[in-house]
């Protein structure tokens, strides 16, 4: 079983609809929580970490669920920007130390 | 400022030959991060470095790869007697240690092509 499981998609969802992904992780000691995003053939990049009390940063919304061990990304009233893989990620410890990433789920955003 | 860099941007080489990839991390980053990212794949820890030393290689898929940091800036991964598993993306990340975690900045990578 990996690490961090994700739905690959592809999501293709109409501009100005909401979507959300999930994704699972398998290491209970597993301490910090981000969901990152990667354009096709760039670097990722951070988008929001994840808090235990849930966060939120404009149109996008991030949970938590220790209990379940699992990780929600909502994104609003998309745009055609939004277009991008998005990767969650675990880490372990606080501060420096490997991510743990999922293989991304795949969103098109739809005019 | 100046973000993490990388070289080459791109690099095909021969089976069997050796590769050296460069990463410049952010000015004043202590950490130090390389992964892959294979076709279809997601991203894979290889390597971490914490100044010069590297705590953690667990990553690291053989004895082909070897990894080194100078002066607590550049790093060079090296992949020796390439395979054609070996093709993939290259990514360097650093990061500053505070409370908390910290976010990783990640290079551009270099795209690894072995023939």
């Known amino acids: 079983r990996k690490e961090v499981e994700q739905d690959p998609g592809p999501f293709n969802v109409p501009e100005g609809a909401t979507v959300a992904f999930n994704c699972t992780y398998s290491n209970s000691a597993s301490q910090s929580f981000f969901w990152y995003r990667q354009d096709c053939r760039k670097e990722p990049k951070l988008l929001m970490s994840?808090?235990?009390s849930g966060n939120e940063d404009g149109r996008f919304t991030a949970q938590l669920n220790r209990a379940s061990q699992y990780i929600s990304l909502l994104i609003r009233d998309s745009k055609l920007s939004d277009s991008a893989t998005y990767l969650c990620v675990v880490t372990s410890n606080f501060g420096n130390e490997k991510l743990t990433f999922g293989t991304g789920t795949r969103l098109t955003i739809i005019p | 400022g100046a973000g993490v860099s990388q070289s080459p941007s791109n690099k095909v080489t021969e089976k069997g030959k050796d590769v050296e990839l460069r990463c410049d991390p952010i000015s004043g980053h202590t950490a130090l991060y390389w992964y892959r990212q294979s076709l279809g794949q997601g991203l894979e820890f290889l390597i971490y470095f914490q100044g010069n030393s590297a705590p953690d290689k667990s990553g690291l898929p053989s004895d082909r790869f070897s990894a080194e940091r100078t002066g607590g800036s550049v790093s060079t991964l090296t992949i020796q007697r390439t395979q054609q598993e070996d093709s993939a993306v290259y990514l360097c990340?650093?990061?500053?240690?505070?409370?908390?975690?910290?976010?990783?900045?990640f290079g551009p990578g270099t795209r690894l092509t072995v023939t």
């Open positions: 994840v808090y235990s």
């Open positions: 990340a650093s990061s500053q240690p505070g409370l908390g975690a910290a976010e990783q900045y």
